[in-house]
């Protein structure tokens, strides 16, 4: 891996000041969360318990599945986690934290950061699995209550965790939804970082990082929620886009930077084992999610009926949708073994060809390069709820309140429209993922060309369950 990004970033905040005043202001996020997102949030749980419960019948399970999904995921390559910095699951924590340390002064713990380096990622990815299982096997995309208790599960996690330690622990380590937002952060075009320069030469409070009181332009603040140095961020996954360190620093030093799209990954990214196993997971995600159209192909009875059927297959279709990369890097290291023996035997007996030029890099590394492809199959499989779904907005959010909508205007796709959308996202994503594994290897195309090749057939796979049937 490199270790130095040689590249000129692009400071959005010089380029338009007006933006910059606005992320600086109070309404970027606190009176967006406070005044806005907190009661919206609770209005979309309270509805999703007392309204009808199918999606057709409910605008929140539809703004749930039909639009949030879908726009979070288009929203990662142009803004990473920027999500987080306007998430209800983290406003209520924030809230809870506050009244809680007005009602009962006192210190909250310090985060171990070994220990939640070590298996908060691991533990996030277990709380992953089981919502995967629990959306496939209690139709959560169809069940209002059920999306309800999804919310206010991951809710309760974050009130949870800041009751008990300072700052934003839950989603620094521990949140599902987080874990998928810092993965998918990478691939994006923007990112927030402080001029190292500026930092050691000027600066000796560090108030971005530590908070503190209002220092020349330098606003109060706690510091940042995640112990984040905006100096020493190296990975868009550490930086949840709240603003706050560009509102402390008394010194300019805080940019929001134009860049290429996951320059990280091929110059100062380190690998985590438990990343690659969120990007496996959420690969078969995508499969996980089009079981009756697996099912169909391979022209089996629906099994949703039976539960423990349901279950065994599902768990199939992820364990064999994360198989198959590494199945094809053991094929990848296997090969170059037998070039090495091929290649004595060509000093022996003049044989004239070697299969692979390169020792493959560690798997670790290399998988980040499918990460285009799991952000297209996913955004591919949400697309089609939101061009045949999100546009029935007046329809449906008359049938919640038990009216008769069905005259009202709808705009959805034409399926042809969705198709193409879909099959466009999964090529281009397959041309990213070459590109991407290129740049992370740095070896020619012909060692990498088994991963190269999975990719195409995990996207043919993909094509064949999520393109065709719409
Ligand atoms: S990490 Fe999770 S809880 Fe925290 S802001 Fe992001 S989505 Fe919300
Ligand atoms: S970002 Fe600003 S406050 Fe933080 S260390 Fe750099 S100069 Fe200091
Ligand atoms: S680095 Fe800055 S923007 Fe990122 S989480 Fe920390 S304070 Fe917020």
Redesign the pocket.
């Known amino acids: 891996m490199l270790s130095k990004r040689n590249f000129f970033p692009f400071n959005l905040l010089n380029a338009y000041p007006n933006l910059r005043r606005f992320l600086r202001s109070d309404w970027f996020p606190d009176r967006l969360n406070y005044g806005f997102t907190f009661t919206f949030f609770a209005i979309v749980v309270a509805m999703l318990f007392l309204a009808p419960q199918t999606r057709d019948q409910n605008i929140a399970l539809n703004f749930f599945w039909a639009w949030w999904w879908p726009l979070i995921l288009i929203s990662f390559p142009f803004v990473g986690r920027l999500w987080c910095s306007i998430c209800p699951f983290m406003i209520y924590g924030e809230v809870v934290q506050k009244l809680s340390l007005w009602l009962f002064p006192r210190q909250l713990k310090h985060w171990n950061r070994d220990v939640s380096e070590r298996w908060g990622g691991w533990f996030l990815f277990g709380l992953f699995v089981l919502i995967y299982l629990w959306e496939e096997l209690w139709d959560l995309q169809n069940t209002a209550y059920l999306s309800a208790y999804l919310l206010l599960l991951i809710t309760a996690g974050a009130m949870i965790c800041s009751l008990i330690f300072e700052r934003r622990y839950w989603c620094r380590y521990l949140c599902p939804i987080g874990g998928m937002n810092g993965l998918f952060a990478k691939l994006s075009m923007t990112e927030?970082r402080a001029q190292q320069g500026t930092c050691s030469a000027e600066c000796t409070t560090y108030q971005?990082y530590k908070g503190g009181v209002k220092k020349g332009e330098g606003l109060e603040t706690n510091g940042?929620?995640?112990y984040?140095h905006?100096a020493q961020?190296q990975d868009n996954r550490d930086?949840?886009?709240?603003?706050?360190?560009l509102k402390a620093c008394p010194h300019r030093s805080v940019e929001f930077n134009l860049r290429p799209p996951a320059i990280e990954l091929w110059t100062t990214h380190v690998p985590r084992t438990y990343e690659v196993a969120l990007l496996l997971l959420l690969l078969g995600g995508a499969f996980l999610h089009r079981l009756p159209e697996i099912t169909s192909v391979f022209g089996l009875p629906t099994i949703t009926a039976a539960f423990f059927p349901h279950l065994a297959v599902s768990l199939l279709i992820l364990i064999v949708s994360a198989a198959i990369p590494l199945v094809t890097y053991g094929i990848m290291r296997s090969l170059y073994f037998l070039t090495i023996v091929w290649r004595k035997n060509c000093e022996d007996n003049q044989l004239p060809f070697s299969i692979t030029a390169c020792k493959p890099r560690p798997f670790i590394q290399l998988a980040y390069g499918y990460l285009p492809l799991v952000l297209g199959a996913n955004l591919a499989h949400y697309l089609r709820l939101f061009l045949q779904e999100a546009g029935r907005v007046l329809p449906v959010t008359w049938a919640t309140f038990g009216l008769d909508g069905s005259t009202l205007p709808i705009f959805i796709a034409h399926p042809a429209v969705i198709s193409f959308l879909q099959g466009t996202t999964l090529i281009f994503s397959v041309l990213l993922t070459w590109v991407l594994t290129q740049k992370i290897a740095r070896q020619p195309w012909r060692s990498l060309m088994p991963q190269h090749l999975s990719a195409v057939i995990l996207a043919i796979a993909l094509w064949i369950v999520i393109v065709a049937p719409t």
């Open positions: 927030l971005c940042c929620p995640l984040s905006p961020l930086c949840v886009l709240c603003m706050t360190c």
